[in-house]
């Protein structure tokens, strides 16, 4: 017993971590946008080449992608904590 409560306090750690991971690929995601916009305007006022902005919409993609991931991890702890928990339903 005492072991299957490391586990579920394990998991649930674990997912305050996920949540924090979301919030930050989250802020993330949101720079990565302005900073598209901000080199977008540069670029059409000639201050910026357009590899710059290929490299910007490249790094957004990444961000979208990093929160994708965690939002995947967050699923998948959950996924693992119901059975400990005893939150799946038996019928």
Do not use: C, F, W
């Not at 929160?67 to 400990?84: G, S, T, W, Y």
């Amino acid at each position: 017993m005492e072991h299957h409560i490391r586990l579920v306090i394990t998991h649930v750690s674990e997912l305050e971590h996920a949540d924090a991971m979301i919030l930050l690929t989250e802020k993330a995601q949101s720079y990565r946008k302005q900073e598209l916009k901000l080199i977008g305007d540069q670029v059409e006022m000639h201050l910026k080449l357009d590899t710059q902005m290929l490299q910007s919409l490249s790094d957004l993609a990444q961000a979208k992608s990093d929160l994708l991931a965690a939002r995947v991890n967050r699923l998948l702890l959950l996924l693992q904590l119901e059975p400990l928990a005893g939150l799946t339903n038996h019928e």
